[in-house]
Nanobody, 124 residues
Framework: VQLQAFGGGLVQAGGSLRLSCTAP????????MGWFRQAPGKEREFVSA????????DYADSVKGRYTISRDNTKNTVYLQMSSMKSEDTAVYYC??????????????????WGQGTQVTVSS
């Protein structure tokens, strides 16, 4: 199953960027969609997740108030709007899809499918 993340790039500190991730309809429907990131030399970490209905969302403390996750089920696309960006947001960002209920959403091992990653670089 192919998830495709795109929208990464270079942005100045304080700026904004929006990531998108598409998935096949059979995966996107009724799946929790999540965003993770991995900086050089660090483990992959949870960023945000959204339930298939969009009714539940969650964020890592480090991005709360700055990032917004959303999804458009008619387009099989999940978005991550990033604002007030900081140099420590620099990482490869991955989208992922998880079957099942709204639980363990911050655990990488709970996700079934992953995208290829898109690089986000914030210059200070």
């Amino acid at each position: 199953v192919q998830l495709q993340a795109f929208g990464g790039g270079l942005v100045q500190a304080g700026g904004s960027l929006r990531l998108s991730c598409t998935a096949p309809a059979r995966v996107f429907s009724y799946y929790v969609m999540g965003w993770f990131r991995q900086a050089p030399g660090k483990e992959r970490e949870f960023v945000s997740a959204i339930a298939w209905s969009g009714g539940n969302t969650d964020y890592a403390d480090s991005v709360k108030g700055r990032y917004t996750i959303s999804r458009d089920n008619t387009k099989n696309t999940v978005y991550l709007q990033m604002s007030s960006m900081k140099s420590e947001d620099t990482a490869v960002y991955y989208c992922a899809a998880k079957r099942g209920p709204w639980e363990l959403i911050s655990r990488t091992r709970a996700y079934d499918y992953w995208g290829q990653g898109t690089q986000v670089t914030v210059s200070s």
